[in-house]
């Protein structure tokens, strides 16, 4: 008999160590070691015993299939238009912020299309029923199991009557009687993930794992977990905003970086079908106000309006504080070092609060000009040029790059009654942007700061 032996795996990364130490040597983290019991048996030769391989064409036929389409708009988009049958879907997101309410929504609107089945690992099945009461599900036609055990949950998938769609809620929860290892561990998480996917696989079922998060956001335990699904969600969005993003990082069968924007009610998550009036609110109410811009920026194929607010005060402390929300940090403090360095713009002895509003959180360099444009306005207490949007990259020499997708922008910008635009000046042979929309034209920063004037003194 084979004789067990441990090993000590990092749960953050992968790593493994042959003792138990406080500090992981590969990633750095604190207390992520874990002790795992392994088999001692060594390693069989895998080079006879198998059976050849069937080998296909790639010019043959590839079978039509038709998605699953929940008829929920703001989920199906970020799928890329519905659920592939056989596919695994990773979905990652805070404590609370709403993905059990989400994919019980999902489930319960994809049981005309077959059997769907929900598995707990975390609720009981009258607690599931308890919050279905609440959203106005209680009819629907939902089949819910509480258990750990993925040997279950197998034949289960393997059935006769096997569901179009299965939600696992959560994939660090499960547990593989194979392994002798708590769950949640890094081995227990992949052999779950790895049996259950290919269950589903076998069988034709759209599998919906639910994966935890770690405290910087991203899905607890190594990426292996996200190399062996066909797409990764993540739901983003604050506590303290009704508002929920639901971002897809990776699809296989759609467009990555594709959002969806769901509104918290009573009813449960609802669609959002335009954005961009909500992010934006009463806009005509706040745009005589300095320190604040509007950017037309791009979520996947989507345009959307967001409000980028910034206030800029004299700071009472020797190293001034830079606080963003929303927002790349290092991108800021490039901005204020291009502000004052190319553009003669003091900003060394001022605090620097930077907020996207309504809770987004934006990632694509279009948004620089935009953040530029709402610091000079709190600079030079001055509001931003009235009804109009602002986009464009910012280099280190100061100058204002172009970006991709400017028609798509100003058109949904002048959807929402926007009549001008700051943006890059377009290149040599290129139709003017912006249809009915007034357009400025900037080729450098100092350009848009020239729109301000002389900015008061600091001071200090």
Known sequence: MAKAKSRFVC?????????W???CEGCGGWNSITEEQVSDGGPRSVSSGGRRIEIASLAGEASKTERLVCGIGEFDRVTGGGLVPGSAVLIGGDPGIGKSTLLLQVTAALTGAGEALYVSGEEAVDQIRLRARRMGL?????????TTNVRDIVATLDATNAPVIAVIDSIQ???ADTLDAAPGTVSQVRAAAQELIRAAKRRGTALLLVGHVTKEGTIAGPRVLEHMVDTVLYFEGERSHQFRILRSVKNRFGATDEIGVFEMSDQGLMPVTNPSSLF??????????SGSAVFAGMEGTRPMLVEIQALVAPSAFASPRRAVIGWDSARLHMILAVLEARCGVALAGRDVYLNVAGGLRVAEPAVDLAVATALLSSLFDQPAPKASVVFGEIGLSGEVRAVSQMDNRLKEAAKLGFERAVLPRRRKGEDKPG????????GRLSELVALFGEPPSTGI
Do not use: F, K
């Open 138 to 146: 209680a009819d629907a036609p939902v089949s819910l199991a509480s």
């Open 173 to 175: 929860t499960m547990y």
């Open 21 to 23: 130490t406080g500090r």
């Open 280 to 289: 934006l609110g009463d806009w005509e109410d706040r745009e005589s106000a």
């Open 435 to 442: 249809g009915n929309l007034e357009v400025a034209e900037i």
């Open 11 to 19: 749960q953050s990364c992968g790593a493994v160590h042959p003792r």
